[in-house]
């Protein structure tokens, strides 16, 4: 991705912190993170706080969570002794016990010394069911673009003369052993606007990628196309989705080579489950004289549907405080995992007799639950993990048809929670709109204003913020006496579609306005402060962040700004920025950039006046992160600093969108985060 031109905008005198090998800007950031870093850590707690992480981080009492196939349970697993990571498997009944005996597949470390590569696991696609290969991808210090090797799971090497990609945001699956669909960087022309494949092919084995064989050609202005088998037996089909924007697709069956478009609406998701089709709505569908809402989740027969057919069952209708927050396909069931007030409960789904048949399933109070299915298509097992804010997470295995749980392991407490509590609350936004959010604090927390206090959100994508058990959070900040607050505001998916598109594109201020909304109503809770109120945001959320903080910089006493988004003029024109328009609107169109101009953080930042400072702000980001270009923090640092703001930077040079590649590195980013917030917050 090349920055903008130069002549467009020469009155960009930060211009050059878009181009991550110009040597000024190598210079600066260099220049920023030794005085950044230095003041962090000469802090006394500093030392000690990242020790603590490190050591959660890298506990061997963690949940090795896993994924099985072919009968074996595969993991990722990093600790001390693994800084890179291992790639493991083994078996059920082992895994059961106290100390299961793992069979390493692939040593990361190892691979790294032998290859001299910064290899990050980016995961593997196995063939399925035989599950005795699979397509391993590999990240050079963590970014999105990954080299795709193929791997013999019996030998546990890598295949003399097997499928190789080089490094690209590539789509992979498997057709058969010999077969691969596969999108990638093929050459010029290759890729869409944003950065990810437009063309998928059908890949032989010992065939030449430049011969495989074209099957679909998205358009450059969409986002991306991908293909993938359904391997459900006496089921298989082939699809290809041609997704359009980050909300609307079109999804085709092969006959042959031939893609027949399943008709559902644009912006529905739709797939296949066995005989049926199942579609989740993300606008009312009027269909044959009925509406059905936004946020149903549909079901119908697969054949039918495409001869025209509409004769569906709703699966899941929303109500005003409910939302579909997940979906999971075992053998026979379909799991529904729904947030009703930001807290999950989980019905089961089973096609018999002709028609859908659900009941609730029985599970332990909490508030936050995942479920995955055991295994790809043979079972009808599924694990299912239970956590809060402060009950650390189990994970159970589960048979569908029964709430019998077996609970196969748990995480250890990892903060000192005693007095703690959690409480919901909400907020009157500008609009009237109330907004829900948490506040974990001690019970005995007083009311004076008094109280450090951290505010987390996102905001945006449909994304939920659901209440989970944050170890590294709990132990830098709850135990030391700090709240901390997860805000439910628009733009996210806590009350599905509804809640997201309220604040999409031209309506963005009112996901800003919820937020300060819920920062207006803690101060007037008495449970903090302007003075004593930090704000913490990542990706959508750092451009939250920033909003906010050039908006109300009278209401917080920090900010942590993290791999954000920030130049709202030219985010479309960065890595895969363009794939966001769907999201923000189209920079370039001038009724729009009306709208996003009146919140973009960078065109926004003015001179510090007398007597009105900022809050102070830590930006992080990361030098190889291709989704959200580090040019954002870098500039707005540099504005935000040559308008007179106070300002610390730091940007790690590995780690990708997550800004961090192993535990040490995790460590240290949160023990520079935690320390600056107690810093500005607690003294």
């Known amino acids: 991705m090349q920055p903008p031109s130069h002549s467009t905008q020469a009155d960009d005198p930060y211009l050059w912190l878009e181009e991550v090998d110009g040597d000024r800007a190598r210079g600066w950031v260099r220049e920023q993170n030794l005085s950044s870093q230095g003041e962090l850590e000469a802090d006394p707690g500093f030392p000690a706080l990242r020790t603590r992480l490190k050591g959660i981080l890298d506990s061997t009492d963690k949940i090795p969570y896993p994924g099985c196939h072919a009968g074996l349970l595969y993991n990722f697993w990093r600790d001390a002794s693994h800084v890179r990571g291992i790639w493991r498997r083994t078996t059920l009944e082992e895994y059961r016990t106290a100390a299961p005996q793992w069979e390493t597949v692939i040593d990361l470390d190892a691979l790294a010394r032998e290859e001299d590569e910064n290899w990050v696991w980016g995961g593997a696609a196995f063939l399925e069911p035989e599950g005795d290969r699979c397509m391993v991808s590999l990240s050079r210090g963590g970014g999105d673009a990954r080299v795709r090797r193929e791997f013999d799971l019996t030998a546990c090497r890598f295949v003399e003369d097997g499928f190789v990609l080089p490094e690209a945001k590539s789509d992979v699956a498997w057709i058969d052993r010999d077969t691969l669909f596969v999108g990638t960087d093929f050459g010029p022309g290759s890729m869409t606007d944003s950065g990810y494949p437009r063309i998928v092919k059908r890949w032989r084995r010992g065939q030449a990628l430049a011969d495989a064989a074209t099957i679909y050609e998205a358009q450059a202005g969409d986002l991306s196309a991908s293909a993938w088998r359904d391997t459900t037996p006496g089921h298989e089909r082939d699809f290809v989705l041609r997704q359009i924007g980050f909300y609307s697709s079109e999804l085709f069956l092969l006959r042959g080579d031939m893609p027949v478009k399943v008709p559902k609406p644009e912006d529905a998701n739709a797939f ?261 109120l930090g704000i913490m945001g990542g990706s959508n959320g750092g451009l939250l962040v920033g909003a906010v903080m050039v908006q109300r910089p009278d209401l917080f006493g920090a900010v942590v700004c993290q791999v954000p988004l920030l130049d709202m003029r030219r985010y479309h024109r960065l890595l895969a920025g363009a794939s966001w328009m769907g999201e923000y609107g189209d920079p370039d169109d001038p009724a729009q950039w009306e709208a996003i101009a009146r919140y973009s953080p960078y065109q926004n930042v003015r001179p510090r006046a007398e007597g009105q400072a900022w809050p102070r702000v830590l930006f992080t980001t990361s030098t190889r992160d291709d989704r959200v270009h580090p040019g954002h923090a870098r500039k707005m640092a540099a504005r935000m600093q040559e308008h007179g703001h106070d300002v610390l930077y730091w940007e790690n040079t590995e780690g990708g969108h997550a800004g961090a590649a192993d535990n040490a590195q995790i460590a240290r980013m949160w023990a520079l985060t935690w320390t600056f917030l107690r810093r500005q917050l607690s003294t």
């Open 272 to 532: 296949a489950v066995r005989s049926q089709i199942v579609i989740e709505l993300r606008s009312d569908w009027e269909v044959e004289g009925r509406r059905y809402p936004q946020g149903a989740l549909l079901g119908c027969d697969f054949d039918a549907f495409l001869d025209g057919a509409r004769a569906f069952e709703v699966l899941f209708e929303p109500t005003p405080t409910t939302s579909l927050d997940g979906l999971t396909v075992t053998r026979d069931t379909l799991l529904l995992t729904v947030l009703d007030k930001v807290s999950n409960r989980l019905a089961e789904l089973r096609f018999a007799g002709g028609r859908w048949q659900a009941r609730d399933v029985g599970l332990p109070g909490s508030q936050a639950i995942e479920t995955w299915a055991f295994d790809a298509i043979g079972s009808n097992q599924y694990f299912l993990t239970v956590n809060g804010f402060l009950e650390p997470a189990t994970l159970y295995l589960m048979d569908a048809g029964s709430d019998t749980r077996q609970a196969l392991k748990s995480l250890p407490a990892f903060f000192d929670a005693a007095g703690l509590v959690v409480r919901q609350f909400t907020a009157a936004s500008a609009d009237g709109t109330r907004v829900p959010y948490y506040a974990v604090m001690k019970d005995a927390t007083p009311l004076d204003g008094s109280a450090p206090t951290v505010l987390y959100g996102y905001g945006g994508f449909e994304v939920s913020l659901k209440p989970s058990y944050g170890a590294v959070s709990g132990a830098a900040w709850l135990e030391r006496g700090g709240v901390y607050v997860l805000a439910n505001i628009r733009g996210g998916g806590e009350f599905g579609p509804r809640w997201h598109q309220a604040a999409l594109k031209e309506n963005r201020q009112r996901a800003f306005d919820d937020f300060i909304a819920v920062a207006e109503d803690l101060v007037a809770r008495g449970i903090t402060s302007p003075r004593r």
